[in-house]
């Protein structure tokens, strides 16, 4: 098991990557001194795979505890769904000192951390993530929401985990286009980061792809490293965290204008990696060797790179410009300068992206 610490002045904590420590989960638990009521938030996909093994190693270590599913998909990311999730806490009499725990992907681990963070004016909750993406990215960092009919994540809190539990057996049952999908947000590191990380990729994709043990667990690791650092110097993104919004300009605008069926949010990123990579070549802040770099190692690993025909640019633009990322009427890039090494840069003309889209 590899252990990596999220500094965070009294809200630190610790990620766990192992194989096979799902029933872990109760003894490790007993270290935090919570009350015995817990609750235990899935949905119904996952619940069915590994939720009995949770519940189990739960109940055997004492906690009495209260089991609530939630329907499969982002549409059920809502406000309605986390009142449904205070009804059952209220219900079971949770207390200011009981737990949530997470198990499952982004969609699980963003609403549970969001219901912990207003529950009772916040409790702590534990994040179990299940699929590559929640492993690699959103069960670490403390960015908790729902989404709002008029935008995705709209609504939402910074509100850190005690602990991240991480089994990579879990991925054996992921399906393939999902773990593909997390996947991007690796390459994203790679390019924000860490060259020997993007070289790793390119040389182990085989290994990865079989899903080899070592290969995971090293892909994993690496990517809980850099993200722990990065929200340790900036938790609430006032300056460096936004450059793990590389290649999420254009990739959510891709999303929003496909409307959230043609693309997984790793295949959007993918997308909008490449294209803003060919941005920060057209604006002559790298050359165009790292852009075909990326665009191979895209291609090898089968995600999409380039941009769907139909997207016209005019709204392209109005779709970047009502993101959460646009400050003042200014779009924000994060450009890559050469793998490994980005800058936030915000003078994008509407005249750059036309350029770059035809
Ligand atoms: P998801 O949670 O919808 O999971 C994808 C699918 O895989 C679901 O159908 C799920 O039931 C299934 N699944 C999960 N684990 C499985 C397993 N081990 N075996 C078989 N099936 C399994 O999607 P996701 O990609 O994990 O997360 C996307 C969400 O994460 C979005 O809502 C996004 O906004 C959010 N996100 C949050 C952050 C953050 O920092 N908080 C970062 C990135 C993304
Ligand atoms: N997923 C981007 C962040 O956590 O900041």
Redesign the pocket.
Known sequence: VEKIRVALDERSYDIFIGEGNLKEIGGKLSEFGFSDKIALIS?P??YE??GETVSKALRDSGYDLAEVLIP???EY?SLDSAEEIYTSLLKAKLDRKSALIAL???????IT?FAASTYMRGIDFIQI???L??QV?????G???V?HPLG??MIGSFWQPRLVWIDTL??????RR?FL??LG?VIKYGVIWDRELFSYLDANRNKILELDAKALMHIIRRSCEIKAEIVSKDERESGLRAILNYGHTIGHAVETLTGYKKY???EAVAIGMCLEAELSSQLGFTGSNEPAMLKNLIDSFGLPSEMPSGIQTGELLLSMQIDKKTVGGKMHFVLPEKIGRVKVYSGTEPEDIRRLLE
Do not use: F, M, Q, R
């Not at 879990?170 to 399906?175: E, F, G, R």
């Open positions: 949905n996909t996952v795979l590994y499969d998909g982002e990311k499952g992907g982004g969609v699980i681990g963003d951390g993530p299940t699929t993406l929640a990215d959103s069960s670490v960092g960015k908790t929401g989404n995705k994540n879990t991925l054996n049952t992921l399906p999902e999908s997390g947000e997984l949010h790793g």
